[in-house]
Nanobody
């Protein structure tokens, strides 16, 4: 089992920045690929970004490319999502998730953290 706890959400003005954190406990964090997802009101949950177990090969959805950065610190068992130049369209509950490999589903999810961007 892997337990994931997100933090860092809140209210931010459009154009501002926010950094989300996801702290992991349980199994060896460095064995897992990590991802960030979000779900806006009335919409399905969508992929935001992912990162390899070693911290390389970051992948982003098109709408956040150049604005968001995913990173991880395996010594701290934490994955981050740096959000810059946010817009109201970024308002959502943000979730982190873990999986063992690209061929596995995301088996472990956090409880989510709310990000609200005001215009």
């Amino acid at each position: 089992q892997v337990q994931l706890v997100e933090s860092g959400g809140g209210l931010v003005q459009a154009g501002g920045s926010l950094r989300l954190s996801c702290a992991a406990s349980g199994r060896t964090f460095s064995n897992y690929l990590m991802g960030w997802f979000r779900q806006a009101p009335g919409k399905e949950r969508e992929f935001v970004a992912r990162i390899s177990s070693s911290g390389g090969n970051p992948i982003y959805t098109d709408s956040v490319k150049g604005r968001f950065t995913i990173s991880r610190d395996n010594a701290k068992n934490t994955v981050y999502l740096q959000m810059n130049s946010v817009t109201p369209e970024d308002t959502a509950v943000y979730y982190c998730a873990a999986r063992r490999s690209l061929s596995d589903p995301y088996d472990y999810w956090g409880q989510g953290t709310q990000v609200t961007v005001s215009s």
